[in-house]
């Protein structure tokens, strides 16, 4: 079993910067992808990025630029930089780690707004 624990969400004005961590805990399969996902109120889940054990990286197209994923395989943490962050970014972000089996975080709410 894996456990994923966001952190970093909150209030921000627009323009502004968050960084959102993702701590893994359990039996962690050595290949992986962790990725990003958010979802805004009345609507889908989406993509924001993701990013393999290897380092290789996708991005929703809207977003590359202003996010970066990254990950600390010794930490077993991925984060997200969240620059330029616009009111359209408000959303729960969730943390999602595919390996040997596929594991959500609780997410962590992002708030954009003056």
């Known amino acids: 079993q894996v456990h994923l624990v966001e952190s970093g969400g909150g209030l921000v004005q627009p323009g502004g910067s968050l960084r959102l961590s993702c701590a893994a805990s359990?039996?962690?399969?050595?290949?992986?992808?962790m990725g990003w996902y958010r979802q805004a109120p009345g609507k889908q889940r989406e993509l924001v990025a993701v990013?393999?054990?290897?380092?290789?990286?996708n991005y929703a197209g809207s977003l590359k630029g202003r996010f970066t994923i990254s990950r600390d395989n010794a930490k077993n943490t991925m984060y997200l930089q969240m620059n330029s962050l616009k009111p359209e970014d408000t959303a729960v972000y969730y943390c999602?780690?595919?390996?040997?089996?596929?594991?959500w975080g609780q997410g962590t709410q992002v708030t954009v707004s003056s």
């Open positions: 999602r780690l595919q390996g040997a089996g596929d594991y």
């Open positions: 359990g039996s962690i399969f050595r290949v992986n992808t």
């Open positions: 990013i393999t054990s290897s380092g290789l990286t």
